[in-house]
């Protein structure tokens, strides 16, 4: 385990932020134990166009119905993970346009809308 995931584990632990599960192992195998609802779901392991492609068609369906997912790295990798963000995905994003770049997609549309918004963001419909 990265030795900056604990203390900040720990932090969000103190900050109430009880729902939140540290989870080690291959995504696969979480994949096929994971039996709830995610509401966040943070993607930083695939950087290919096409890794980032079977990692979201395997976890999408368990996202919860406010859920967001968010994807790690479109601007160090644009021809991956940038290419996914831009030209796979489709309904409202957004996307954070600094250091390594950020990108946002919920169902919620309202929340989508909350970003763009308040933050310097792109806006992908």
């Known amino acids: 385990m ?3 995931v604990i203390p900040a584990f720990k932090s969000f632990r103190k900050q109430g932020m009880t729902n939140v599960e540290l989870i080690k192992g291959s995504h696969i ?3 096929d134990t ?3 609802p995610i509401d966040i779901l ?5 950087h290919t166009y096409d890794g980032l492609i079977d990692e ?6 368990k996202l919860s119905n406010t859920g967001v997912i968010v994807f790690h790295d479109l601007i160090s990798f644009p021809d991956g993970a940038g290419r996914f963000f831009r030209d796979y995905l489709t309904g409202d994003r ?3 346009n600094n250091q390594f770049g950020l990108g946002v997609i919920s169902k919620d549309v309202d929340l989508i809308d ?3 918004n308040q933050f310097n963001v792109t806006k992908f419909t």
């Open 2 to 4: 990265n030795d900056r």
């Open 94 to 96: 957004v996307s954070f």
């Open 114 to 116: 909350e970003i763009d």
């Open 34 to 36: 994971w039996d709830k």
């Open 56 to 61: 979201y068609n395997l976890w999408k369906d």
């Open 42 to 46: 943070h993607f930083d392991i695939a």
């Open 29 to 31: 195998k979480v994949y």
